[in-house]
């Protein structure tokens, strides 16, 4: 089976550096047989620290380095001399990178831009050495402090991509066609399921040079929350996006039904999704001829509580007046203010890992992925099955 370079979800072990110890040292010399105590500080531990960088597309890098590991300080000694300071460990990590602790799912900080830095765990102070407990009373203190100790822990890295409008859609939607055709972005087209197995992001240009960014995720389908398909652990790249934009093919038998089955897929993973603005896309108008009186008969029964609009990324239909669309939502102050609230109170919620995801392995099937490639599984399923026929993969399998 062909493996993904995308990865946007990492279980790392981080260790801070220890402080070193403070030396008990006694000054000797030729002609000073009992000097006074000059025993040095130790050095501090090493930080790990987070920093985000642009160059990074997905947490690919970090997949094989989970144990991160900061240097530990040296100890202090004679003369007063310090003990050297243990070398910080950076992890370089993409924007839009969230971490959480393993254990508890608890959320603790958040990569968004580029060289920002975030001290994970600090590293420890080193101790006194014997000369900083002089005192006229005690002139020979035969003491000194050890070095605090470091600090462990095991964290989740999730990455969540950066972009203003999030599509969401069943398979063949017409999600990557309209990606390629707004933006420079190149993903895969095809007429059959599936044809889209990471996320890609599109630079979307706009009137008088101002731009903003599309999210294409894989598409979801019914029970999509139960592990059916994909399963729904793309569904966490829309999470910061503004603008949810909502595409259901105009050949479909009832788009309202598919429309609310796709919201009912958003409700399971996280009911908060659905605070955010959603557009509603009528995509493939080419295939029903753009007919005026069809048009208005696919209009009935559809919400009307959000903004709908039909779609033709292969002839170009409305396309310009979907972007106008989507940016002037985009700029719509009460909706800005409504999507940094809500990204910022689902990024917080705390993260329920306990479920992993179990992808099968077809070893006779080479050629890629395949929709019988993929089984999801809770562990109690899967203990009568040979171990050697799983692959383990660190991804949550969240509702």
Same mark, same amino acid.
Request: aromatic share 8%.
């Given at each position: 089976?062909?493996?993904?370079?995308?990865?946007?979800?990492?279980?790392?072990?981080?260790?801070?550096?220890?402080?070193?110890?403070?030396?008990?040292?006694?000054?000797?010399?030729?002609?000073?047989?009992?000097?006074?105590?000059?025993?040095?500080?130790?050095?501090?531990?090493?930080?790990?620290?987070?920093?985000?960088?642009?160059?990074?597309?997905?947490?690919?890098?970090?997949?094989?380095?989970?144990?991160?590991?900061?240097?530990?300080?040296?100890?202090?000694?004679?003369?007063?001399?310090?003990?050297?300071?243990?070398?910080?460990?950076?992890?370089?990590?993409?924007?839009?990178?969230?971490?959480?602790?393993?254990?508890?799912?608890?959320?603790?900080?958040?990569?968004?831009?580029?060289?920002?830095?975030?001290?994970?765990?600090?590293?420890?102070?080193?101790?006194?050495?014997?000369?900083?407990?002089?005192?006229?009373?005690?002139?020979?203190?035969?003491?000194?402090?050890?070095?605090?100790?470091?600090?462990?822990?095991?964290?989740?890295?999730?990455?969540?991509?950066?972009?203003?409008?999030?599509?969401?859609?069943?398979?063949?939607?017409?999600?990557?066609?309209?990606?390629?055709?707004?933006?420079?972005?190149?993903?895969?087209?095809?007429?059959?399921?599936?044809?889209?197995?990471?996320?890609?992001?599109?630079?979307?240009?706009?009137?008088?040079?101002?731009?903003?960014?599309?999210?294409?995720?894989?598409?979801?389908?019914?029970?999509?929350?139960?592990?059916?398909?994909?399963?729904?652990?793309?569904?966490?790249?829309?999470?910061?996006?503004?603008?949810?934009?909502?595409?259901?093919?105009?050949?479909?038998?009832?788009?309202?039904?598919?429309?609310?089955?796709?919201?009912?897929?958003?409700?399971?993973?996280?009911?908060?999704?659905?605070?955010?603005?959603?557009?509603?896309?009528?995509?493939?108008? =080419?295939?029903? /001829?753009? @007919?005026? %009186?069809? !048009?208005?008969?696919?209009? #009935?029964?559809?919400?009307? $509580?959000?903004?709908?609009?039909?779609?033709?990324?292969?002839?170009?239909?409305?396309?310009?007046?979907?972007?106008?669309?989507?940016?002037?939502?985009?700029?719509?102050?009460?909706?800005?203010?409504?999507?940094?609230?809500?990204?910022?109170?689902?990024?917080?919620?705390?993260?329920?890992?306990?479920?992993?995801?179990?992808?099968?392995?077809?070893?006779? =099937?080479?050629? /890629?992925? @395949?929709? %019988?490639? !993929?089984?999801?599984?809770? #562990?109690?399923?899967?203990? $009568?099955?040979?171990?050697?026929?799983?692959?383990?993969?660190?991804?949550?399998?969240?509702?």
């Amino acid at each position: 089976m062909a493996e993904s370079n995308f990865i946007d979800y990492v279980k790392i072990y981080c260790r801070s550096g220890r402080g070193g110890r403070g030396s008990t040292h006694m000054h000797r010399a030729k002609y000073i047989p009992k000097g006074g105590p000059d025993g040095g500080n130790g050095g501090r531990g090493g930080h790990i620290i987070l920093r985000g960088n642009r160059n990074y597309w997905t947490l690919l890098h970090l997949r094989y380095d989970r144990h991160i590991q900061a240097e530990h300080g040296g100890n202090g000694s004679k003369n007063k001399s310090t003990g050297h300071q243990g070398a910080d460990r950076y992890i370089e990590v993409p924007c839009g990178t969230v971490v959480y602790n393993a254990e508890t799912g608890e959320y603790i900080c958040d990569v968004t831009e580029h060289g920002q830095e975030v001290v994970l765990l600090r590293g420890g102070r080193g101790g006194l050495g014997n000369f900083n407990f002089s005192t006229p009373t005690n002139q020979a203190p035969r003491y000194a402090q050890p070095g605090e100790p470091m600090q462990e822990l095991i964290v989740i890295l999730e990455l969540k991509l950066l972009a203003d409008v999030g599509l969401v859609g069943f398979p063949n939607a017409g999600k990557s066609t309209l990606v390629n055709a707004l933006s420079s972005a190149k993903p895969k087209i095809g007429d059959y399921p599936f044809t889209t197995l990471e996320p890609s992001l599109g630079i979307v240009p706009y009137r008088d040079g101002r731009s903003f960014v599309i999210a294409d995720i894989p598409g979801i389908i019914e029970g999509a929350s139960e592990g059916r398909g994909l399963g729904l652990r793309f569904l966490r790249h829309i999470e910061r996006n503004s603008i949810l934009l909502f595409m259901v093919s105009a050949d479909t038998e009832d788009i309202r039904k598919e429309y609310d089955t796709l919201l009912n897929e958003l409700a399971q993973y996280n009911p908060e999704l659905l605070d955010k603005r959603r557009i509603l896309a009528i995509t493939k108008c =080419d295939l029903i /001829g753009h @007919d005026t %009186e069809l !048009i208005s008969m696919l209009s #009935e029964g559809l919400p009307t $509580d959000i903004p709908t609009i039909f779609i033709s990324a292969v002839s170009g239909h409305h396309i310009q007046e979907l972007k106008d669309l989507l940016w002037t939502e985009m700029n719509n102050e009460s909706n800005k203010i409504a999507a940094i609230n809500s990204t910022d109170s689902i990024l917080r919620q705390p993260k329920d890992f306990s479920r992993l995801t179990y992808i099968y392995e077809d070893d006779e =099937d080479d050629k /890629g992925w @395949d929709d %019988e490639d !993929i089984e999801y599984m809770d #562990e109690e399923d899967i203990e $009568d099955l040979d171990e050697d026929d799983f692959e383990y993969v660190d991804t949550p399998d969240t509702k």
